[in-house]
Structures are given as structure tokens and as C-alpha cells.
């Protein structure tokens, strides 16, 4: 039988439907949508068992029929994908959730989920022989980005905020990718790059100019439906800056259907966001289709400091479809959370993650969580990332002291 490492069939507009060839260098349709990977699933599933896959190795590689790279030589692999997801039954119960799990990304390369769209976004640009790349991040996909070209013998060109946290810097610097800081924000950076890549012929890795990072971050989805014997949970929380993540877990549950691999109802997908940026929770309070730019947005969970998502027709349509929900927390309830999971847990949080914790005691306050219900916290990256958002507060003493 004819065994395919990829059965990535064409890559479709979500919008205006027409459909563009993947052995192409492709970025947004020219309707301006991004484009998403569409598999040849029929012949998927009759040729590939999830019993099959549950035998591979732990890495988000295992699912690699549902991922696009035709030819496993270009992958470019740091050993990325099967993070844990942990039964957090004491910080359940103080939330009054028992069922919570925590899928903790910050084990990852570079220390946050960016390295699942890194892996398989930097893999694919290999197989469609893309030299150079340039992109705009918050700092940690630039991480991540810079990680995987290397490795890969691309060049790596970064722009992010100058206030994006530090340690993404030093990152990019040990790295190996040229960074460089501009005065605003990433939409600001986002600028910069779609200039310089029309006349320095980068490649714009922007979110969703690209196409395949999204199929990357998908893999998230697939391992919870795996870690959960193929079932859903009831809800999943997700920090959504771009809303890379929540579309993938989306596009991860659909395809999974079509493989006939779960058959249960899609979990509840919840946008979380901060008080401070959240134009996601504006347009689903409204019912809107599509969000309007949040005008000066700030807060501590810089990762998901995105005042007008590309591709939010897409975040809102998932939500929508799921019966899920858009919530923004304080800044001051996310760094509260942060210790908490961190003293309940064992588990040092990055603040987009700890948003999540606090999304859920939010959610459980008002019922649209019940006590009952399986709940997924993804925890998208390490806090030691982030060490200024939870300083010591240690007791001084004298060596002839006691404690
Ligand atoms: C980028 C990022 C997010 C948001 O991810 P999107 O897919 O852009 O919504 C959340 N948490 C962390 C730590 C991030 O780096
Ligand atoms: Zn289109």
C-alpha cells in the first residue's frame, strides 16, 4: 500500500475557498487570508492507525501524516512535542475544579510552545529551500525561530518590541540570529519585516503569512486528544495572542474526526486575554465576526499582547463553533495565580499561562465551568523565562540566625 510520510494535499483559503499548491513558496491568499494545510484524510485514515502511532517517538514527529513535510531528511528536530499534561488536583480544588490538567509547555526547547510552530515552520522552509528568513514576535517565537534556523543553516532575521522581555534577546543573541529592536509594538515590527522582505527578499515568517507554524502548533491539540485516550476534555483555556494555538487545537480536533480517531463533542475553546489587550473577548461579547485593533494595549503576559490578531475570524469562528467562550483577566489576578499554581503545583508558570488559572477560577465562579467538568490549562511557556514578574520576597538573615 502506498505509505506517505505527509499526506499534505494543497493548502486552502478559509475565505474565498480557492486552493494554492504547497510544493510552492506560499505566504497569504491574495484575498489577504491566511491559508490552512488541508491533508488528503481519506487516504489517511485508511492507511494509518492511531495505535500505530501511539508505539513512535515522543515527539510532536509521531503524528507526521498530519503534518506537511514530504520528505523526512528536512527535518530539523531539537527534540520538541510530548509534554507532559499533569493531573493538578491541589490547585483543582482550590479552584473547585477537579478534573484540571495543566499541559506544560515550558519543558520545550527554548522554554515555550513557539518551538512546536518552530519545528515544523523552519522544516518546511528547509524542504521548499528558503534561505533567509525575517519575522516579527513578542520575543518568543523569535526565540524559537532563531533556535531552529540555526540548526538548519537559515538565516534568521528578528524584530521585536523593545520592551519584549530580555531573556528572548539574549536567546536570539546566543542564537545566532540578527535582532533588532524597534520603538513600538509587534504590529509596529510586523511593518518593519513586510517592508524589508519585498526588498531584501527574507521570507516573512510572519503569524499566518506563514503557513505551517499553525500545523506545528496543532500538535498540541493532537497530544491532549492522545493523552486523553482520545477523548475530549470539556474545555480547553488558551492564552490567545495571534490564536495560533487555539486554531490548531481546532484544526487538530476536526482532522482527528475526519480520521474517526475521537468521536466525541470538541471541547468548550476558551480565548484567554488580558484586561489590558483584549480584543478577542470585545468581539465575542458583541458577537462580532472580526475584532477591532485595541487601541495602547499593555500587560504583563507579553506573549499575548496582540492588539488585532490576522487571522481572528478564525479564533472567533472556533469559539463559536465549540460553544466555547472569550474572558480577560487583571494583570493583578494573573501574577496571583502564578504564585499559586506555582506553591500548589510544582509548576513555575509564564504569565499567559498563569491568565489561564485565573480564566478558570473566573469560569468556575460563574458556572460556566461545573465542578465535574475535565478542564486543559495550557501552561504555553517556562516562568523562569519571565523572572521580573515574581521576585523574591526572601527572609533576610545573619549567618548565626535560625529559621
Ligand atoms: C506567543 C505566545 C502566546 C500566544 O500564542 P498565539 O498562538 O499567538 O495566540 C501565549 N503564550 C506564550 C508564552 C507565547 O509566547
Ligand atoms: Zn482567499
Redesign the pocket.
Known amino acids: 500500500m502506498d505509505q506517505r510520510f505527509s499526506y499534505l494535499e494543497s493548502l486552502a483559503?478559509?475565505?474565498?475557498?480557492?486552493l494554492h499548491d504547497p510544493r510552492r513558496v506560499n505566504t497569504v491568499?491574495?484575498?489577504?487570508?491566511p491559508?490552512l494545510a488541508m491533508y488528503d484524510l481519506d487516504a489517511a485514515a485508511s492507511r494509518v492507525r492511531k495505535d500505530s502511532v501511539e508505539g513512535r517517538q515522543r515527539s510532536v514527529w509521531r503524528y507526521h501524516e498530519l503534518l506537511p513535510v514530504y520528505d523526512s531528511s528536512n527535518i530539523v528536530s531539537l527534540g520538541e512535542g510530548f509534554t507532559p499534561l499533569i493531573q493538578a488536583s491541589r490547585l483543582g480544588a482550590e479552584v473547585g475544579v477537579n478534573g484540571l490538567f495543566i499541559k506544560d509547555e515550558g519543558v520545550l526547547p527554548t522554554g515555550t510552545f513557539k518551538a512546536r510552530g518552530a519545528a515544523v515552520g523552519v522544516s518546511k522552509a528547509k524542504e521548499l529551500n528558503i534561505s533567509k528568513i525575517a519575522m516579527p514576535t513578542n520575543g518568543n517565537a523569535g526565540a524559537a525561530w532563531a533556535a531552529y534556523c540555526s540548526k538548519a543553516g537559515i538565516d534568521a532575521h528578528i524584530v521585536m518590541p523593545k520592551d519584549a522581555p530580555k531573556v528572548t534577546m539574549s536567546e536570539c543573541a546566543a542564537l545566532g540570529a540578527k535582532l533588532y529592536l524597534v520603538d513600538g509594538l509587534i504590529g509596529d515590527a510586523a511593518k518593519v519585516v513586510g517592508r524589508s522582505s519585498q526588498s531584501h527578499g527574507f521570507f516573512d515568517a510572519s503569524t499566518f503569512r506563514e503557513p505551517y507554524r499553525v500545523e506545528g502548533k496543532k500538535t498540541m491539540g493532537l497530544e491532549i486528544f492522545e493523552q486523553l485516550l482520545w477523548q475530549s476534555p470539556d474545555v480547553v483555556l488558551y492564552p490567545t495572542g495571534g490564536g495560533v494555538g487555539l486554531i490548531g487545537i481546532y484544526k487538530a480536533y476536526q482532522e482527528l474526526l475526519q480520521l474517526d480517531w475521537v468521536s466525541s463533542k470538541p471541547p468548550r475553546l476558551v480565548a484567554v486575554q488580558s484586561e489590558g489587550c483584549s480584543p478577542v473577548v470585545k468581539a465575542w461579547e458583541k458577537r462580532l465576526k472580526e475584532c477591532e485593533p485595541w487601541p495602547n494595549p499593555s500587560t504583563v503576559a507579553f506573549g499575548i499582547n496582540v492588539a488585532k490578531p490576522l487571522a481572528d475570524f478564525l479564533i472567533l469562528d472556533a469559539v463559536y463553533k465549540t460553544d466555547g467562550c472569550a474572558v480577560s483577566v487583571s494583570d493583578q489576578e494573573i501574577l496571583d495565580a502564578q504564585r499559586q499554581a506555582g506553591r500548589l503545583e510544582g509548576v513555575f508558570m509564564c504569565p499567559e499561562g498563569a491568565a489561564v488559572i485565573a480564566a478558570a477560577k473566573k469560569l468556575r465562579e460563574s458556572n460556566w465551568i461545573e465542578t465535574g467538568d475535565r478542564v486543559v490549562a495550557l501552561n504555553t511557556g517556562a516562568g523562569i523565562k519571565y523572572p521580573e514578574t515574581c521576585p523574591p520576597q526572601p527572609t533576610l538573615i545573619s549567618p548565626d540566625d535560625t529559621i
Open positions: 483559503c478559509p475565505k474565498c475557498s480557492s491568499c491574495e484575498c489577504g487570508s491559508l
